[in-house]
């Protein structure tokens, strides 16, 4: 490699992987490394895993792309995250209070529940953008401050720290020295104002969550702090960037052009648009902050589906196909949807801890209904597929009640868009072109994007010709047609499953 700094490592830290990507100046990916990360399930409902692992991984990741580059050339660090995932940890010291409690995790359902009796749901929509749920930080840092003997005056004084996994991270990378959080992941906490982008009084009484606790909030773009004392990692890299992973990935498809809606499949789905305002009106979608790229604060209109690609794997579990070498299952996933014409009448409703956007119901559980003799477990797999399109098409159609909302393409990213038969499917449904990122990585392709904004002062219009290339699933209109019967009965399938319904009362 040269020994000028022209490459970026971008660190994607998600619920199951830590992944490293090295881009040179061009945007090509020379590098990428993985680690995989474990996830712990104590009791029904609670969902976390080790804040150590969550950095040793990272590290370890992150080093191996600077060898592979050579030290000499790195310019800057770039980091995506898992959303929603909150840690805390002792100032003094930099030890963890406990695990970090997952976006997934529900241990904080009656908390969430105690403030909607409480009639408080309409301010915490107003001034942070997102209906009250447990996927969200702020319950969780409560829940932390709680867990801990004299918590809440430990807090009071500043002696704990309470953030976001880009919070942890950067503090674990720079020894302690930098204790910030982006614009995106602290606009995912209920704690922060989306209108006017700073710590909300208000609503860090209604969580009791002291501010001296919380990092300080910084553009995603733009300067953090550099690496001091990590093993195989030389210091003084600076960190250029930290956004949260889906709204990477909406920066990384097309920098927020309006039109381009984004959908990640992971374990869960973020279903994001780019829009001009911070209208919050739409109850059952959060309005976000996508970003601030140095210049401007840019929002985002977004629905989070739990369980998506989380619903595949569960089904490949339970029928079996999971113990199958990776490759045969990725390729019977692929193929047994199109081996049967349809799924016989089933229907899965993977509420498996509950549902998100547009139904917002912690306490509905997963149903699979329509079952029948000639069912099999190709019929099965295909519920399970289809039920990502389903959800995914949900959230649009909620969407499309902000004034400010177009959908030109879906474009989207993440591990279960390599299956051809879900892409063209979810085209045929919504009856529009969706567009594959040809990169996997593309959260941190996001990332590295805005650390190059910070590192020399890229327009967009620089950064536009380093956007990946897309693969096109263009919809058969005649298809979408005969789809909507089909989503019309998932939608009832999912009434079956909403406590809120009373229809499980």
């Known amino acids: 490699m040269s020994a000028e700094k022209n490459v970026i490592i971008a660190l994607d830290e998600g619920t199951t992987n830590a992944k490293a990507v090295a881009l040179d100046e061009q945007g090509n990916v020379l590098c990428k490394f993985s680690q995989a ?17 969550l950095v040793e991984a990272s590290v370890k990741v992150i080093a191996q792309a600077i060898e592979f580059v050579g030290a000499q050339s790195v310019a800057a660090l770039a980091i995506s995250n898992q959303r ?48 009250v749920a447990p996927i969200f930080s702020g319950s969780k840092m409560r829940w932390l401050i709680d867990s801990i003997p004299n918590g809440a005056s430990l807090a009071n004084r500043g002696e704990i ?9 950067l503090w674990n990378f720079t020894a302690g020295e930098a204790f910030c959080c982006d614009y995106s992941n602290a606009s995912r906490t209920q704690l922060l104002n989306i209108h006017t982008g ?8 209604l969580f009791q969550i002291p501010e001296q606790a919380l990092p300080q909030v910084k553009p995603s773009s733009g300067f953090f702090g550099v690496t001091k004392g990590l093993q ?19 920066f990384g498809h097309a920098l927020g052009e309006l039109g381009c809606v984004k959908a990640t499949y992971g374990t869960g789905s973020s279903v994001m648009a780019p829009v001009k305002s911070a209208q919050c009106s739409i109850h059952s979608l959060a309005t976000t902050i996508a970003w601030h790229d140095g210049d401007e604060i840019v929002y985002g209109l977004e629905g989070n589906i739990p369980h998506t690609g989380d619903a595949v794997a569960w089904m490949a579990d339970s029928t079996g196909l999971s113990e199958l070498p990776a490759a045969e299952l ?69 969407m499309r009640q902000h004034s400010d909302f177009t959908l030109n393409a879906l474009m989207v990213d993440g591990g279960p868009t390599k299956n051809d038969w879900l892409m063209q499917y979810q085209a045929d449904l919504l009856g529009c072109p969706v567009m594959r990122s040809d990169i996997a990585e593309l959260s941190a392709i996001g ?9 020399d002062g890229s327009s967009s219009a620089q950064l536009r010709p380093l956007l990946s290339q897309h693969t096109q699933f263009r919809p058969n209109m005649e298809r979408h047609g005969r789809l ?22």
Not at 162 to 167: F, P
Not at 362 to 379: F, Q
Request: glycine share 6%; proline share 4%.
């Open 330 to 398: 990725s390729h019977e996933l692929s193929t047994l949807p199109a081996s049967v014409e349809s799924t016989l009448g089933v229907y899965f409703v993977p509420a498996l801890t509950g549902l998100g956007a547009p139904w917002w119901d912690e306490n509905a559980r997963g149903l699979i209904c329509g079952l029948s003799r000639g069912v099999k477990r190709a019929h099965l797999i295909r519920a399970a597929l289809e039920s990502v399109t389903y959800q995914i098409a949900d959230v649009v159609v909620a």
């Open 447 to 455: 990332a590295a994007l805005l650390a190059k904004k910070a590192l």
């Open 161 to 169: 720290c309470l953030g976001t996994i880009d919070a942890w991270l």
């Open 198 to 205: 700073k710590w909300d009084p208000e609503m860090l009484a």
């Open 484 to 505: 909507q019967k089909r989503w019309r009965e998932w939608q009832n399938a999912v009434e079956r499953t909403l406590w809120k319904s009373g229809l499980n009362k």
């Open 84 to 131: 929603e995932t909150a840690i805390g940890w002792y100032r003094s010291n930099g030890k963890p209070l406990s695990a970090a409690i997952t976006w997934q995790c529900s241990r904080t359902a009656e908390y969430c529940d105690n403030i909607r009796k409480d009639k408080q749901e309409e301010a915490v929509k107003s001034i942070t953008g997102l209906p």
């Open 232 to 250: 195989n990692i030389p210091d003084n890299i600076p960190v250029l960037a930290m956004i949260g992973d889906s709204h990477a990935a909406l």
């Open 37 to 53: 990360l474990s996830i712990q399930t104590p009791r029904e409902g609670w969902v976390e895993q080790s804040g150590e692992m």
